[in-house]
T-cell receptor
Framework: DTEVTQTPKHLVMGMTNKKSLKCEQH?????MYWYKQKAKKPPELMFV???????INESVPSRFSPECPNSSLLNLHLHALQPEDSALYLC????????????FGPGTRLLVL | SQQGEEDPQALSIQEGENATMNCSYK?????LQWYRQNSGRGLVHLIL?????REKHSGRLRVTLDTSKKSSSLLITASRAADTASYFC???????????FGQGTRLTINP
């Protein structure tokens, strides 16, 4: 199974809402990633988890809160987002953090009103 | 910060022609990877070339790497309409536990 799943596929939320994005992989990978991607731009790394510990936070605002409950799951908790946070949020995993091939989920399309 | 730059930003060719995309990067790397992204979807890994390799093939894909020039190219031969997508190179700066993606090339294959 080389699939990374993400839910929901689409999400519309107001600036006062709290929501969560979920990501799951069953490849036994020990690294998981969150990326943000705006239209016609490359993915921008937000967070890296290695062996269930946060290893990289690319100076992401605190209204984004990642969580890794176990080696297969990765969540991104959203609170008090701004309209400019509207984007495609991609989850990825790899055997180890860094140089390895990354496997991406289909993404969650987020719209903040 | 993005380390990779790709050119062209957009490329439109006829089906059956070859497509070449280029990637340049700034720092020493361990590997360079190429990914494809269909519109609004996740990225799909195409090929990984290590810093001690100069050329690699996978089906209709050919990747070259020139570490002295800090550049790579991706050649897609005999293009098909299904190859229409954005293509990104990604590098792993030495010492960093992450990939850095280039700006991407938007490829359109016209039937």
């Amino acid at each position: 199974d080389t699939e990374v799943t993400q839910t929901p596929k689409h999400l519309v939320m107001g600036m006062t809402n709290k929501k969560s994005l979920k990501c799951e992989q069953h490849m036994g990978h020990r690294a998981m990633y969150w990326y943000k991607q705006k239209a016609k731009k490359p993915p921008e790394l937000m967070f890296v988890y290695s062996y269930e510990k946060l290893s990289i936070n690319e100076s992401v605002p605190s209204r984004f809160s990642p969580e890794c409950p176990n080696s297969s799951l990765l969540n991104l908790h959203l609170h008090a987002l701004q309209p400019e946070d509207s984007a495609l949020y991609l989850c990825a995993s790899s055997q180890e953090a860094g140089r390895e091939t990354q496997y991406f989920g289909p993404g969650t399309r987020l719209l903040v009103l | 910060s993005q380390q990779g730059e790709e050119d062209p930003q957009a490329l439109s060719i006829q089906e059956g022609e070859n497509a070449t995309m280029n990637c340049s990067y700034k720092t020493s790397i361990n590997n360079l990877q190429w990914y494809r992204q269909n519109s609004g979807r996740g990225l799909v890994h195409l090929i990984l070339i290590r810093s001690n390799e100069r050329e690699k093939h996978s089906g209709r894909l050919r990747v070259t790497l020139d570490t002295s020039k800090k550049s790579s190219s991706l050649l897609i031969t005999a293009s098909r309409a299904a190859d229409t997508a954005s293509y990104f190179c990604a590098t792993d700066p030495q010492g960093a536990q992450k990939l850095v993606f280039g700006q991407g090339t938007r490829l359109t294959i016209n039937p």
